[in-house]
Structures are given as structure tokens and as C-alpha cells.
């Protein structure tokens, strides 16, 4: 089992920064946190995929709509991964959810590919 704590969202305003961090505990060793992504869900909106990375940290992925603007690193010695976002767009306004898998094959964007889920924290952008 892994658990998955999220922390770090707050207010910010428009063009701002903001690092959310996902710590893991349990069996973070045994394979279960292969892939670590990044999912958000608005308002009255479906939950949709963020940024994924592989273990390694040389692999990422980005929803075009944060591409150039959110990076996702990891830090394996402290089982932890964070999601570094600039330019804030209230758009970007969402609970932000952790989300861990085993390997690396099927579709990292999927949240049915997801085995453990974090509580979620809230990133409030105001325009």
C-alpha cells in the first residue's frame, strides 16, 4: 500500500507561482510509485491529467495546457514529487491531485492507470 499526502496549494494571484508537493510513505520501494502524476479537477468539470513522471525523473509529461508553463520533478530520496507552476492562469483554478502507478506501460494520462490517490489540495488563482 502507499498513502499520498498532498500540500502547498493556496491563493495566488494571476501570473504567479505556486510548488504543490506529494509526499509518499509505505511500499514507495516496491514498485507501486513507478510513475507519479499530477491530476486536477475543476468546479463542475471531470478530472483531468496534469503532468506525470517516471521514476528516474527523466521522463515527463505535460497537458498541453500547462506545457511550458508547470514542471513536475521527484525526489526519490524523500519519496517525494512536486509540481512547479508559473504563470498561474485562474483557469488553472482546481483541487490538484497525486496519483502513483506501478510501470510504465498503458497511458500515463489515464486516471484508470492510477493505483493510489492523494486527498487533493487547492490552488486558487484570482484574476
Known amino acids: 500500500q502507499v498513502q499520498l499526502v498532498e500540500s502547498g496549494g493556496g491563493l495566488v494571484q494571476a501570473g504567479g507561482s505556486l510548488r504543490v508537493s506529494c509526499a509518499a510513505s509505505?511500499?514507495?520501494?516496491?514498485?507501486?510509485?513507478?510513475?507519479m502524476g499530477w491530476f486536477r479537477q475543476a468546479p463542475g468539470k471531470e478530472r483531468e491529467f496534469v503532468a506525470a513522471?517516471?521514476?528516474?525523473?527523466?521522463?515527463?509529461y505535460y497537458a498541453d495546457s500547462v506545457k511550458g508553463r508547470f514542471t513536475i520533478s521527484r525526489d526519490n530520496a524523500r519519496s517525494t514529487v512536486y509540481l512547479q507552476m508559473n504563470s498561474l492562469k485562474p483557469e488553472d483554478t482546481a483541487v490538484y491531485y497525486c496519483?502513483?502507478?506501478?510501470?510504465?506501460?498503458?497511458?500515463?494520462?489515464?486516471?484508470?492507470?492510477?493505483?493510489?490517490w492523494g486527498q487533493g489540495t487547492q490552488v486558487t488563482v484570482s484574476s
Open positions: 509505505g511500499r514507495t520501494f516496491s514498485g507501486y510509485t513507478d510513475t
Open positions: 496519483a502513483a502507478r506501478s510501470g510504465y506501460t498503458g497511458s500515463y494520462y489515464r486516471i484508470s492507470e492510477y493505483d493510489y
Open positions: 513522471i517516471r521514476r528516474g525523473g527523466g521522463v515527463t
